[in-house]
T-cell receptor, first 116, second 112 residues
Framework: DTGVSQDPRHKITKRGQNVTFRCDPI?????LYWYRQTLGQGPEFLTY????????KSRLLSDRFSAERPKGSFSTLEIQRTEQGDSAMYLC??????????????FGPGTRLTVL | DAKTTQPPSMDCAEGRAANLPCNHS???????VYWYRQIHSQGPQYIIH???NNETNEMASLIITEDRKSSTLILPHATLRDTAVYYC?????????????FGPGTRLSVLP
């Protein structure tokens, strides 16, 4: 069990550029979540996948944001035409989803995005 | 999901027990109490969860009151590395992918 990994760990970009982040969940975890965290706040939910299906999206996920999980394993989060307000830590979490008990989410180290 | 209330900050002396309270007065019978912590610039780390019985693992103990309206996370021998923001979250037992709703948490400072 190598844990959830995210790449890159840090990204600096200029306003208007597109960026893409990758998340590799814990092996065999079928649920994958994306969160965003700004300074001094707790993480906020963006979207989640069960296997390859994107089942829920937050209103925070504007149409400039898109997430995929094409084969039900790793996921990518793309932000198009970045804005300074997109500067945040982007966190990925994964879980194994039995129905009898709540699924415990395990988080990656995050990708810190700075938009200049 | 039920809402939780935590003190914004706490201090604890190194080597002493850290007791972090959480109020969740609107919790329902099928909701679990979860604790995570976040060390500066890292992702949240799972600590422990429970439904109604007290729980203990290698990291901490979770004490849930009999009426389940509050709980306490106990770090038995706090070290400087336990300095972090601690989040108490309430989550349904039967869920179909609901995200965790994080509040501002408690910033614990372990002092030498």
């Amino acid at each position: 069990d190598t844990g959830v990994s995210q790449d890159p760990r840090h990204k600096i970009t200029k306003r208007g550029q597109n960026v893409t982040f990758r998340c590799d969940p814990i092996s065999e975890h079928n649920r994958l979540y994306w969160y965003r965290q700004t300074l001094g706040q707790g993480p906020e939910f963006l979207t989640y996948f069960q296997n390859e299906a994107q089942l829920e999206k937050s209103r925070l996920l504007s149409d400039r944001f898109s997430a995929e999980r094409p084969k039900g394993s790793f996921s990518t989060l793309e932000i198009q035409r970045t804005e300074q307000g997109d500067s945040a830590m982007y966190l990925c979490a994964s879980s194994l989803a039995p129905r009898a008990v709540p699924d415990t989410q395990y988080f990656g180290p995050g990708t810190r995005l700075t938009v200049l | 999901d039920a809402k939780t209330t935590q003190p914004p900050s706490m201090d604890c002396a190194e080597g002493r027990a850290a007791n972090l309270p959480c109020n969740h007065s609107t919790i329902s019978g099928n909701e679990y109490v979860y604790w995570y912590r976040q060390i500066h610039s890292q992702g949240p780390q799972y600590i422990i969860h429970g439904l109604k019985n007290n729980e203990t693992n290698e990291m901490a103990s979770l004490i849930i009151t009999e009426d389940r309206k509050s709980s306490t996370l106990i770090l038995p021998h706090a070290t400087l590395r336990d300095t972090a923001v601690y989040y108490c979250i309430v989550r349904p037992r039967y869920n179909y992918g609901q995200n965790f709703v994080f509040g501002p948490g408690t910033r614990l400072s372990v002092l030498p």
